[in-house]
């Protein structure tokens, strides 16, 4: 059965690559491909370049103030209950 349905495709499709090129149809052609082609050229050359610049980055994150005050809050607490 699955060469039945690839050959009602294939009739399907053949009028399709029949028909001619209409001339007055606007088509991106070669400028349109070669001006894709640069803007995805460029997009790639940010990447690389924010991959590096992220890559040099040191990060290490300060230790929070307000968890810090609360244990040693907690221990003055308990000091002055006389434990």
Do not use: C, Y
């Given at each position: 059965?699955?060469?039945?349905?690839?050959?009602?495709?294939?009739?399907?499709?053949?009028p399709f690559a029949a028909e001619e090129l209409d001339k007055n149809?606007?088509?991106?052609?070669?400028?349109?491909?070669?001006?894709?082609?640069?803007?995805?050229?460029?997009?790639?050359?940010?990447?690389?370049?924010?991959?590096?610049?992220?890559?040099?980055?040191?990060?290490?994150?300060?230790?929070?103030?307000?968890?810090?005050?609360?244990?040693s809050a907690a221990k003055s607490?308990?000091?002055?209950?006389?434990?």
């Amino acid at each position: 059965m699955p060469d039945m349905s690839a050959h009602l495709a294939l009739t399907q499709l053949v009028p399709f690559a029949a028909e001619e090129l209409d001339k007055n149809k606007v088509t991106p052609g070669v400028l349109g491909f070669i001006v894709f082609a640069v803007l995805a050229l460029a997009v790639w050359q940010l990447m690389k370049s924010m991959n590096r610049h992220m890559g040099k980055i040191s990060f290490e994150e300060a230790p929070d103030p307000a968890a810090q005050a609360a244990p040693s809050a907690a221990k003055s607490g308990r000091a002055a209950a006389g434990e």
